[in-house]
């Protein structure tokens, strides 16, 4: 059974279908994706590969991973990023307000402005899929050709209206993450006690 996504998305992601709606799909077009050379990376994982658990819901001093990406196409006046569970389509992160040039985001920076996540607070929502389950998260980087006007704590619905036929080119980084039990540290064992 197909979701809709389109295929181009699909093939951007990796690893299976997608079966979640994603933002790229609302808002981009195929003709966006790449354009110029604009990519997005991590030195954190490499493209589809696995989030250390330090980004997820299994460190109690959790962070958002870190970004780069390269230069977007000449105009950009804004980019906008939105990390997205490719499995159930929860929002993650969104971010708005980056320099609409070459930049990153640094391990557990806090951005210029962010959105609702999918509990419905503006920070970066950590992965945490049931133990022994693998769910993939979409990084959607997005140049576009003017600065938007939001407010921060803006909703994902707030944010792609606001994006709507504004996107010039569009960057996506994939990685996943398998559920797991989180162990509690016990000094005693650590230090013989």
């Not at 010039?168 to 000094?187: K, Q």
Request: hydrophobic share 40%; charged share 20%; aromatic share 8%.
């Amino acid at each position: 059974m197909s979701t809709g996504v389109p295929a181009w998305i699909q093939q951007a992601i990796g690893n299976g279908e997608v079966k979640a709606g994603l933002t790229a799909a609302l808002v981009a077009e195929e003709k966006a994706l790449g354009r110029g050379g604009f990519t997005l990376s991590s030195p954190a994982f490499r493209h589809g590969g696995e989030l250390d658990p330090s980004f997820t819901a299994c460190e109690d001093d959790a962070v958002a991973p870190p970004l780069e990406w390269t230069a977007p196409p000449p105009g950009t006046q804004e980019l906008v990023l939105v990390v997205e569970d490719v499995e159930r389509g929860d929002v993650h992160w969104l971010v708005w307000g980056l320099p609409g040039q070459k930049g990153a985001l640094f391990e557990g920076e806090v951005p210029p402005r962010t959105g609702k996540n999918a509990r419905g607070n503006s920070e970066w929502l950590l992965p945490d899929p049931p133990v022994g389950v693998e769910h993939r998260y979409a990084f959607q980087l997005f140049a576009l050709d003017l600065p938007l006007t939001l407010m921060p704590g803006a909703t994902h619905a707030d944010l792609v209206r606001n994006m709507e036929n504004h996107v010039t080119a569009l960057a996506i980084l994939s990685a996943r993450f398998e559920g797991h039990e989180v162990e509690e540290w016990d000094a005693e064992d650590e230090f013989d006690i």
